[in-house]
């Protein structure tokens, strides 16, 4: 399996929590909050975007039917 780079960044952003979510930049002093941007009702956290957050249900279900990269096609589009 290869990727190309943008796949390689989201790759990369899972697995070492340099990523584009809130908690990251948060920790970093970038931003005020750690709320999600989709529902707004806890911190926006890797495993809150892939499994919890019920505002990113249509997409993460709309991904889960691809294959193999249907995860990183889903954080993709959701902007991690
Ligand atoms: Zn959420």
């Known amino acids: 399996m290869t990727?190309?780079?943008?796949?390689s960044r989201v790759v990369t952003g899972f697995l070492t929590g340099f990523n584009t979510l809130r908690r990251h930049l948060y920790l970093l002093?970038?931003?005020?909050?750690l709320l999600c941007r989709k529902c707004g009702v806890t911190d926006e956290t890797l495993a809150h975007i892939l499994c919890e957050c019920e505002a990113s249900d249509s997409l993460r279900h709309a991904y889960r039917t691809v294959p193999y990269l249907g995860w990183l096609l889903f954080l993709r589009a959701g902007g991690c």
């Open 3 to 7: 990727f190309n780079g943008i796949q």
């Open 29 to 33: 002093g970038l931003l005020d909050s």
